[in-house]
């Protein structure tokens, strides 16, 4: 399972509780709700991802395989702002169905104010308007599953985490060893009647930049950064402190690739990322926005980061990719292109996150590790 919560005792107890008390309220319902709908009734599917970026284009194999087998259904997806933004162009889903989940946020998760009492409200009754024939949810989360019920769809199709298959109309169990996210997006395909025939063929994530935003972007690189190859893009972000490598590292490294094979070095920041930096003469820092980030990437010939949003874009944009994983698996949230490379941390693999949320790594990737990582992918890129 690609785990997207850290696993203890306390959170297992409390979910067998929550579990054995639905089962129990619900098991007169369950008797009557087998009523399914066969692959030809499905007209309107929604998708539930309502957490971050990374998750959402992690999410578009599952969509591409969803268009493929519906070309004339309605697909919708549940999610944040961005996802309006990073699936423009991609022809993927009909509709950006916006949602801030209180349990989605970073700090006060379940602080219940009237504000977010509405919007819960707001949403539950927008969705049951929108009558979908069929959820999708590989989220592993019984919040979810909560929320996929409480919309009345007749198919709800994910998994039992922590039992939970009391919620939803087609479970799979949620006990999955080693597979990535995108495998267990896919895997609830064939639990629609009539699926079993058409294999599943692996998607990679595939997002997509028209040409004028390209075209703008080359220019934006060409006045910052001036002209050379190769283009070399760095983020130094992500979600936590845990997941980044140092600074002062990114700094090092802009400097030694710079020394060894030449070429044109970009920063790409977040809205959150401090701009503040020692960076070698002639690096650009940009800070696009979310589209100028996508097109941006697709004009560079290899990027640079941690476990973050953008490393997945870049994957998904079909880059060249050296992920730094201090921490987290990449066998779960790893990048899946067959240009991608993970440089591995001492904790990484070992868990959903084996350091604090707070706390940056304590020893760090060498930067003469990366630096050879990233001559050693340029010097087999076409």
């Known amino acids: 399972m690609a785990q997207t ?12 509780l929550v579990d054995f008390v639905g089962r129990v309220a619900f098991a007169p319902s369950r008797l009557l709700r087998r009523i399914r709908s066969r692959d030809d009734g499905i007209r309107r599917i929604l998708v539930i991802e309502p957490w971050n970026i990374g998750d959402v284009v992690l999410a578009t194999p599952i969509l591409a395989e969803l268009r493929a087998r519906f070309p004339e259904a309605h697909i919708a997806i549940l999610a944040q702002p961005y996802a309006r933004e990073l699936l423009a ?5 009909d509709e950006v169905i916006e949602c801030d989940l209180p349990w989605t946020a970073q700090k006060n998760k379940y602080r219940v104010t009237p504000a977010v009492l509405k919007h819960m409200r707001d949403l ?11 959820t ?15 919309i009345g769809v007749p198919r709800r199709i994910g998994y039992d985490i922590g039992g939970g298959d009391w919620l939803v109309t087609d479970a799979l169990p949620s006990e999955r060893e080693e597979t990535h996210k995108i495998e267990d997006w896919l895997a609830l395909i064939p639990r629609l009647e009539g699926a079993a025939p058409r294999a599943i063929v692996r998607r990679a994530p595939t997002l ?14 060409a006045d910052s950064a001036g002209d050379g190859r ?4 760095y983020h130094p972000g992500g979600s936590h402190p845990g997941k980044r490598w140092p600074r002062e590292r990114f700094e090092a490294l802009i400097a030694a690739v710079k020394g060894s094979v030449g070429g044109r070095h970009v920063v790409f920041l977040g809205p959150d990322d401090d701009a503040i930096g020692n960076w070698p003469n002639g690096t650009a820092v ?24 953008p490393m997945h874009i870049a ?19 790893g990048p899946s292109g067959p240009r991608s490379t993970v440089v591995y941390g001492e904790l990484a693999g070992i868990g959903f996150s084996a350091l604090p949320l707070d706390r940056p790594p304590r020893n760090p990737v060498s930067v003469a590790r990366v630096a050879e990582t990233v001559r050693t992918v340029l010097g087999g890129a076409p």
């Open 5 to 16: 919560w850290t696993v203890s005792r306390r959170r297992r107890a409390l979910l067998k």
């Open 89 to 93: 162009e991609s022809g993927l889903v």
């Open 124 to 134: 539950v009754r927008r969705l049951r308007r929108e009558r979908f024939d069929v």
């Open 136 to 150: 999708f949810d590989a989220r592993m989360d019984i919040r979810s599953n909560l929320l996929a019920a409480a």
């Open 208 to 221: 997509s930049v028209s040409e004028r935003e390209r075209a703008a972007a080359q220019k934006m690189l």
């Open 230 to 233: 190769p283009t070399i893009a």
């Open 286 to 309: 940009l800070r696009p926005s979310l589209r100028e980030l996508m097109a941006l990437l697709s004009c560079c010939d290899l990027f640079v980061c941690n476990d973050s949003g």
């Open 315 to 333: 994957d998904a944009l079909g880059i060249s990719v050296v992920a730094i994983f201090e921490v987290g698996n990449p066998k779960w949230f």
